[in-house]
């Protein structure tokens, strides 16, 4: 899992402008893209980020829900994980 303080450092500006669940979400897609966040890898849980950007939960499920439907994230369990665009490594029947 991506340590939360290390993935809001990584965010900071794509928080700044529009829309925070739009900044959100083209942030970590941003993070996907570059390779900073790679396939497999587990995002904090959406109470968790939400306290820590002093966000509504409601703005970081928005955003995991977009990168889910673009083919960024998928869900299993309570969990949200990075996958490799298109496909769900991790996340089978997500």
Do not use: K, Q
Request: aromatic share 4%; with cysteine; net charge positive.
């Amino acid at each position: 899992m991506v340590a939360t303080e290390r993935l809001i450092g990584w965010l900071g500006p794509s928080l700044e402008a529009g829309p925070l669940n739009e900044g959100l979400a083209s942030g970590l897609r941003g993070l996907v893209l570059d390779g900073r966040l790679v396939t497999g890898t587990r995002l904090p849980a959406e109470r968790e980020l939400a306290a820590a950007l002093g966000l509504a939960r409601a703005t970081v499920t928005t955003a995991y829900d977009r990168l889910r439907g673009e083919g960024f994230g998928g869900y299993r369990v309570s969990e949200v994980h990075v996958l490799a665009r298109g496909r769900c490594a991790r996340c089978a029947g997500s």
